[in-house]
């Protein structure tokens, strides 16, 4: 039982890490003239891909995890060291606007843009062998309720919080990638 509190807590951190990335797009999508039905699409669709991505990262994870065995766990750890890394650089050469509408077809490619993290997570994740479900679900739900909380917050506020999200998210990332290539006893 304590194992699965333990991974619970840890599967959440790293929802809510990625989920920062899509907070902090959502501030930014927040000063365009968005109605909540807009929002509730935009949060939604982020959170469907949410699902998607890491699960199928999840599954070639497991296939690799099968192949090479204890050496798929370091590249697990390496791949979210570098994604980690990536955030926090990214979030400090923001450029001042999105090249995307989050409005039809430009609405799934937004998506997929910001989900793609997610499938490099889910890679590291089916290697090391998290539950399918619990993480796809939780990595699911955390980018949809960030999303709509930045949308909702990027409607009523300046862009001062942008880049601090992108930078969080990035460090906890970072921080269980070390924790997978080095373990704490």
């Given at each position: 039982m304590k194992e699965l509190v333990g991974e619970l807590v840890t599967l959440c951190m790293m929802a809510f890490a990625l989920g920062m990335d899509a907070f902090s797009?959502?501030?930014?999508?927040?000063?365009?003239?968005?109605?909540?039905?807009?929002m509730f699409h935009i949060?939604?669709?982020?959170?469907?891909?949410?699902?998607?991505?890491?699960?199928?990262?999840?599954?070639?994870?497991?296939?690799?995890?099968?192949?090479?065995?204890?050496?798929?766990t370091y590249v697990g750890g390496g791949l979210l060291l570098i994604l980690g890394l990536q955030m926090i650089v990214t979030s400090l050469k923001r450029e001042s606007d999105p090249l995307i509408s989050p409005v039809g077809i430009g609405l799934v490619f937004f998506a997929l843009s910001v989900s793609l993290d997610s499938f490099s997570v889910g890679l590291s994740l089916g290697i090391y062998g998290a539950r399918t479900l619990l993480t796809i679900l939780l990595f699911g739900f955390f980018s949809m309720v960030l999303t709509w909380l930045g949308l909702l917050l990027g409607s009523r506020?300046?862009?001062?919080?942008?880049?601090?999200?992108?930078?969080?998210?990035?460090?906890?990332?970072?921080?269980?990638?070390?924790?997978?290539?080095?373990?704490?006893?």
């Open positions: 797009i959502g501030l930014g999508m927040g000063f365009f003239r968005l109605r909540v039905k807009q949060g939604f669709t982020i959170g469907l891909f949410h699902v998607l991505m890491p699960m199928l990262g999840m599954f070639v994870g497991r296939l690799l995890s099968e192949q090479f065995g204890a050496i798929a506020f300046q862009r001062w919080l942008g880049i601090y999200g992108e930078l969080l998210g990035g460090s906890i990332l970072l921080a269980f990638g070390l924790k997978l290539m080095i373990p704490f006893g």
